[in-house]
């Protein structure tokens, strides 16, 4: 796994972490002054051996969701494996990881990365 060395965390001018959207009500999580770790993901269908990138704040319970079946653009091609994850100590810094692993020389690393090519 790599790992991302972890930076002050970004704040407004309230003191609330720039996560503060994802812990809101409408998400059923409660609001945060503190910042949290961000993962990215890949992950590895063991049906048909495509791949998915996310990202979360928790992985474990994430991975658990995609294996479920909770997640409707993966609920057909579960189980899953885990590719590799990458830690980050925002979301911003997290989403581009992700766009960026979604784009196509993102998709080219990955299969280098799993050994596919």
Known sequence: MAHIAIVAPQTTARGYSIMAHYASPACGRQASKTAYMIYVY????????STYVGMTNDLSRRLAEHNNGKNRSTKAKAPFKLLFSENYPNYKLGRQREKWLKSGIGREYIKKFAGIV
């Open 42 to 49: 890949v992950l590895e269908s063991l049906r048909d051996q």
